[in-house]
């Protein structure tokens, strides 16, 4: 297979990689512009930029690449650095755009009722690849969900037996109850996901959070859980919940480093604020369902 198989190849198996790319060249270099390179996870490569210490510089870059996700620009002065004399070039200058290769972004949304809805459409408008389940098979449908995936009718302990999230995966619960909600967490921590989202009252959250703990599931798991789920955006309508929900999950994705005004109480919030009222108010709504 091409290097462009390849990638599809890579993606479609839920991995990533980086791309090296010659986009810039100046006298005599041992390979040509636009020559591509892809560097996988495992560390193997597809293709050639020329071999020699170029190649391996790159190749390093390329593994850095991948885990920032950010694309990097390499410049090579083969006249200048004496570590590129190899005596197979002339001794020219080049540069090397390197750029990640990453799966698809699998967002799981359990819970078909306003806020999936909506959320739904958002996200998918967003990029993710999303898979909505119910155990409503009125609610949880194609025809409701045409931005969707996937669809599944299923009863949620069926559906967590038959998922498996990866590494590029998203989670989020908005289920019609705390019961329902708390068995789809205690999975969800478990997981390799990137990212777990629980909608819900402080309160809730604590109530769970503790019957989880009392079941023996290990307390450092809910670090990385966002509950209440979202960015602190003043949000009160299905709507604004879904746009608040997939901001929080375009900034996990694409690792903004700036502060977030997220509700999560596992992450420090100790104060109850006028949007998670209105979380708790559109949850139990959700929940009527």
Same mark, same amino acid.
């Given at each position: 297979m091409d290097i462009y198989e390849q990638i599809v190849e890579l993606r479609r198996g839920g991995r990533r990689g980086a791309v090296a790319t010659i986009v810039n060249v100046r006298g005599s270099i041992p390979s040509f512009r636009t020559a591509k390179m892809l560097v996988r996870d495992d560390g193997s490569i597809v293709g050639t930029i020329g071999g020699g210490c170029v190649e391996a510089d790159v190749w390093q870059a390329a593994r850095e690449v991948m885990e920032s996700e950010k694309p990097r620009t390499l410049k090579?002065?083969?006249?200048?650095?004496? =570590? !590129?004399?190899?005596?197979?070039?002339?001794?020219?200058?080049?540069?090397?755009?390197?750029?990640?290769?990453?799966?698809?972004?699998? $967002?799981?949304v359990f819970g078909a009722g306003h806020i999936a809805f909506n959320l739904c459409q958002t996200a998918a408008n967003a990029g993710f690849d999303v898979?909505?389940?119910?155990?409503?098979?009125? !609610?949880a449908t194609k025809e409701r969900f045409p931005a969707a995936r996937e669809v599944h009718a299923l009863d949620f302990e069926e559906a967590t037996q038959k998922l498996d999230p990866n590494e590029s995966s998203y989670i989020v619960i908005v289920t019609r109850g705390h019961r329902d909600d708390m068995r789809i967490l205690r999975w969800a921590v478990q997981t390799r996901a990137r !990212?777990?989202?629980?909608?819900?009252?402080?309160? =809730?959250?604590?109530?769970?959070? /503790?019957? $989880?703990? /009392?079941?023996g599931v290990p307390a450092h798991l809910f670090d990385r859980v966002h509950a209440p789920v979202g960015l602190d955006i003043g949000a009160i309508t299905p709507e604004e919940i879904a746009v608040a929900i997939t901001a929080e999950l375009i900034a996990i994705r694409r690792h903004a480093s700036s502060a977030l005004p997220h509700l999560s109480w596992f992450k420090g919030a100790r104060e109850e604020s006028g949007a998670e009222a209105a979380t708790e108010a559109m949850e139990e709504g959700d929940h009527n369902l």
């Open positions: 090579f002065d083969l006249n200048q650095d004496p =570590k !590129y004399d190899t005596g197979l070039v002339c001794g020219g200058t080049l540069e090397v755009f390197v750029e990640p290769v990453l799966p698809p972004a699998l $967002l799981y898979t909505v389940t119910d155990d409503r098979s009125s !609610y !990212y777990v989202g629980m909608i819900g009252s402080k309160r =809730k959250v604590i109530e769970i959070f /503790k019957t $989880l703990q /009392k079941e």
